[in-house]
């Protein structure tokens, strides 16, 4: 097929390599970063693109999507859509798709990653070992850390993911409760109203919520002092869904146990007093990140592009 008769598709950031590589095998693919100025390059090219691809990470803007008069379909690699002006996107009609479900069981995995690496120590351990303390200190020297098994688990939305969540807890023996704006039907695992009861009462808070505007900073101040100085919080959802500034004073103060962050909310800048603490651990936003995962996001981010060109609706689809 000829390059004309191809449809032109935005591209909107990095994309994983397979996934640009079918993109470009079936469409026109524009990548927008790296242009000297993205606004004057949509002025006066945005009228060619009737698709957009993206991920979580970037999203499309409202005056990006206003640029291009005949856009048609945002498809987006991620669960994330609060990066995606969803409003603009409403009310032109475009259609927005993302890979929900795809991505719940490693995201699940990592929750109780952190959960267990938080409580029991083991980045630390491992630093313990490698630096040859525990040669000089002999048998027994590292600190006791906390059981997981058997513990309390909060679980802060629950959604697709923190259902899968939940159901992993099934296996450690923990007592579950959740809470999110309405209870949940047809689960067997406690609602609780109040996000500063749930953390009170839980030993581990795990944030598994939707990001946006909605749930900014939902894990504040006030539900830090509740989970209290034997608790953990583990965030798996989104960076903006924590204070970040009241996280690392409750952290330095240790008016909670520890920390198990894969999300922050200036990716990928991290407050420099967490590098230096001992009761957080770090990841880089990694998730989702295996290749069974990604590579079935990819395909599905395509799919519903596809699809969408093709029939009028794509698989996964949120406006």
Request: hydrophobic fraction near 45%.
């Amino acid at each position: 097929m000829k390059d004309i008769e191809r449809p032109p598709i935005l591209q909107i950031g990095d994309l994983l390599p397979i996934l640009e590589t079918w993109l470009r095998e079936r469409y026109t693919l524009v990548r927008l970063d790296g242009r000297p100025d993205p606004e004057v390059f949509l002025a006066d090219e945005g009228a060619r693109f009737v698709g957009v691809v993206t991920s979580a990470m970037y999203g499309v803007t409202a005056g990006q999507i206003a640029a291009m008069p005949n856009l048609k379909a945002i498809s987006s690699f991620g669960v994330g859509i609060d990066r995606i002006a969803m409003d603009e996107a409403r009310s032109r009609g475009i259609a927005v798709g993302y890979t929900p479900n795809i991505l719940n069981d490693c995201v699940a995995d990592i929750a109780f990653a952190l959960m267990l690496d938080v409580a029991r120590a083991t980045p630390e351990a491992d630093r313990y070992v490698r630096s040859g303390e525990w040669a000089r200190r002999g048998p027994n020297s590292f600190h006791l850390a906390r059981k997981v098994s058997g513990a309390r688990l909060g679980i802060a939305g629950l959604g697709r993911i923190g259902r899968t969540i939940a159901r992993r807890a099934l296996g450690f023996e923990m007592e579950v409760r959740y809470h999110s704006r309405h209870p949940v039907a047809d689960v067997p695992w406690g609602y609780e109203p109040s996000l500063i009861e749930l953390a009170r009462w839980a030993d581990f808070l795990v944030a598994i919520t939707a990001g946006g505007e909605g749930t900014r900073h939902l894990i504040d101040a006030d539900v830090l002092g509740a989970l209290g100085p034997r608790g953990f919080l583990v965030n798996v959802s989104r960076g903006s869904v924590v204070d970040e500034q009241a996280l690392v004073r409750a952290l330095v103060d240790r008016k909670i146990a520890g920390a198990g962050l894969d999300v922050f909310e200036n990716e990928p800048h991290v407050p420099g007093e967490l590098l230096a603490l001992d009761n957080v651990v770090l990841l880089p936003h990694i998730a989702s990140a295996t290749e069974e995962t990604r590579l079935a996001m990819a395909r599905r981010t395509l799919d519903n592009l596809e699809r969408f060109l093709g029939e009028g609706r794509m698989i996964s689809q949120a406006v």
